[in-house]
């Protein structure tokens, strides 16, 4: 009985080594980079056929963790995700405000800018304790020129990502903006409220957020 518990206690460790290889090999091999690439060059094809009107209620929504700016740099160190999370841990490497901008995003972001949209960041980090360090990530990495940069408030904390997100889209529409786009790393940054702008989704296989 021991051995077989044995056993698959080194089974486990070897699937979770396995899968580690594969993340890492398509994180820091290129493929990752030339899917984003991909699925900018999507972006912009769609963004030309939109004509921006004078109202400025032409808005944009996109993610801002792995979306705009990467945690590549934390995962690379804990697993690729493959080790348990560790909140404080992850808390402590935000609260460094050394995110990399995601290239391809940038771009999407400036264009979107200088076309006229109105783009809104929408993040689930805390509003109280996150806020200004993760503005001066964003604007240290070239995003400037967002309409509105949207926390996670109090009121929010209990909601799931989906729910949460889904509400924000809500605002902003309520608020007499058409979103004709939304770009993010995870399904519930996609999925809810407001199915008819277009979504873009960017790979992501080191974690998921409900």
């Not at 200004?132 to 996670?152: A, D």
């Amino acid at each position: 009985m021991y051995i077989s518990q044995r056993w698959e206690e080194q089974r486990g460790r070897m699937a979770v080594e396995t899968k580690m290889r594969d993340v890492e090999g398509y994180m820091m091999g290129g493929r990752y980079w030339r899917d984003v690439e991909m699925t900018k060059e999507q972006i912009l094809e769609y963004v030309k056929s939109i004509e921006v009107g004078v109202a400025g209620k032409d808005g944009w929504v996109m993610d801002v963790d792995d979306t705009c700016i990467s945690n590549l740099g934390y995962y690379k160190h804990h697993g690729f995700g493959c080790q348990a999370f560790d909140s404080a841990k992850f808390k402590q490497w935000i609260m460094k405000a050394e995110c990399d901008a995601i290239p391809a995003m940038l771009a999407v972001f400036q264009e979107l800018v200088r076309r006229g949209f109105k783009v809104f960041l929408v993040t689930g980090r805390d509003q109280a304790r996150m806020a200004h360090i993760t503005s001066l990530n964003l604007h240290g990495q070239g995003f400037i020129g967002y309409h509105r940069l949207l926390f996670r408030s109090e009121q929010y904390q209990a909601e799931s990502a989906e729910k949460y997100k889904s509400e924000m889209r809500r605002k902003i529409e309520g608020e007499g903006y058409k979103i004709w786009g939304n770009v993010g790393d995870q399904w519930s940054d996609l999925q809810g409220y407001s199915p008819r702008n277009r979504t873009f989704k960017l790979p992501n296989p080191m974690y998921c957020i409900p």
